[in-house]
């Protein structure tokens, strides 16, 4: 059986926004009829069930969804060079060190992973910092120091999830 991947508000935010084609949750507020604030509110509270029920349903879907909503995000988005340089930071931490992309497909996961690993670390700024993205170096700083440390549970879950695909064991 398909396990549904998109699990975390933001994820869903992101479906939803590739399935609307909302390249800002601006866009995606006006195409749902909401205030951008309340988009804003479902990246803490979740979205709303009569939101989440117009997410596509496979698992194809889903992830193609995520994948391109993130793309779009991150890098149609000025600004966003410190949310992707955070991203990588993390990932740099720990055992992905030492992982070697010596496939195709190993290739694929690790580029999932740091999409992933760049949605905690946009939903941290979100939340956290209160901005779109990070706009100084302090910011980018404050938000490294929250992804090892507040989001270090929701980073170490998405790691997890990536691990085996990467042929990696995480404690």
């Known amino acids: ?63 193609n969804a995520v994948d391109t909503a993130l793309r779009i995000n991150l890098f149609h988005k000025p600004g966003n060079s410190f949310i992707v340089a955070s991203a990588s930071v993390i990932l740099h931490d720990g055992p992905l060190s030492e992982c070697r992309l010596d496939t195709p497909e190993k290739a694929r996961a690790f580029e999932r992973l740091m999409l992933r690993i760049a949605s905690v670390a946009i939903n941290a700024t979100n939340i956290e910092l209160m901005k779109e993205t990070c706009e100084t170096q302090e910011d980018y700083l404050h938000l490294v120091h929250l992804l090892r440390t507040k989001y270090a549970d929701q980073v170490a879950n998405v790691i997890a999830k990536f691990a085996p695909a990467l042929g990696l064991s995480v404690r």
């Open 1 to 63: 059986m398909a396990v549904n991947m998109v699990t975390s508000p933001a994820d869903q935010i992101a479906a939803l926004r590739i399935t609307f084609e909302a390249a800002t949750d601006m866009e995606l507020a006006e195409k749902l009829g909401v205030v951008r604030s309340a988009v804003a509110q479902w990246r803490s509270r979740g979205v709303p069930k009569k939101y989440a029920a117009l997410i596509p349903k496979t698992d194809a879907e889903i992830a």
